[in-house]
Each structure stands twice: as structure tokens, then as C-alpha cells.
């Protein structure tokens, strides 16, 4: 597999499956921004793509920290009763995590306006 069939299927395994409601809700929040960013990568002109390269990143990265909290808030519920680590990944999931822009306005060529 290359290496976004890699990142959605460790998404998958971190988020699918989880029992709390809320957690689950966040794991297919995770999965959907990282499927938005595939389709954005892969629909992108290689400029715009360049432009988005960091939200592109900070998107992927952000989306995969949050599937590991929700695995191991599920795990910390399951194993010791904990919620501390559930609130944690809730929060996470609650600021931005897809930072990609659908709409990539080329301030480049602002530049050359007078």
C-alpha cells in the first residue's frame, strides 16, 4: 500500500471500534479530515499544493495525534477507569484539526500588483 492507504488505515485501527459515543464521533471527525486532505492532495495543480504543503501536514499530523488520543482514552476507560484521558482527547477534538483550504487564493500574484 503507499503511503495514504498507510495513514487512513492506522486511523482506522486507532478509532473504529471504539465504544464511548463521544470518542467515536471524534475518531470519524479524525478519519474525515484525513480523507479530505487525500482528496485535496490528490486533486491539488503541484503550486497549490506547494502553498498547502504545511496545512497539508499540520492536517495529517493533527488528525493522526488525535486518533491516538481517542485509542488510548478508549483503552484508559476499558482498563482503568479513568476519564482523565478521555477529556483530553475531547478537547483535542474540539480545535482545529482540518486545516485544509478548499478554496487556494495564489497571494502570489499579489505580489506583482501595484
Given at each position: 500500500?503507499?503511503?495514504?492507504?498507510?495513514?487512513?488505515?492506522?486511523?482506522d485501527e486507532?478509532?473504529?471500534?471504539?465504544?464511548?459515543?463521544?470518542?467515536?464521533?471524534?475518531?470519524?471527525?479524525?478519519?474525515?479530515?484525513?480523507?479530505?486532505?487525500?482528496?485535496?492532495?490528490?486533486?491539488?495543480?503541484?503550486?497549490?499544493?506547494?502553498?498547502?504543503?504545511?496545512?497539508?501536514?499540520?492536517?495529517?499530523?493533527?488528525?493522526?495525534?488525535?486518533?491516538?488520543?481517542?485509542?488510548?482514552?478508549?483503552?484508559?476507560?476499558?482498563?482503568?477507569?479513568?476519564?482523565?484521558?478521555?477529556?483530553?482527547?475531547?478537547?483535542?477534538?474540539?480545535?482545529?484539526?482540518?486545516?485544509?483550504?478548499?478554496?487556494?487564493?495564489?497571494?502570489?500574484l499579489?505580489?506583482?500588483?501595484?
Amino acid at each position: 500500500p503507499g503511503p495514504w492507504e498507510a495513514i487512513l488505515a492506522q486511523a482506522d485501527e486507532l478509532t473504529v471500534g471504539v465504544g464511548d459515543p463521544e470518542l467515536a464521533a471524534a475518531g470519524a471527525r479524525a478519519r474525515a479530515a484525513l480523507a479530505h486532505a487525500q482528496r485535496w492532495a490528490g486533486a491539488t495543480t503541484p503550486p497549490a499544493l506547494e502553498r498547502g504543503a504545511r496545512r497539508l501536514a499540520l492536517t495529517i499530523g493533527r488528525a493522526l495525534a488525535l486518533a491516538l488520543l481517542i485509542d488510548h482514552a478508549a483503552w484508559s476507560l476499558a482498563h482503568e477507569q479513568d476519564g482523565r484521558a478521555r477529556a483530553a482527547a475531547l478537547r483535542f477534538a474540539v480545535s482545529p484539526v482540518d486545516l485544509i483550504l478548499d478554496e487556494d487564493h495564489d497571494d502570489t500574484l499579489l505580489a506583482d500588483e501595484p
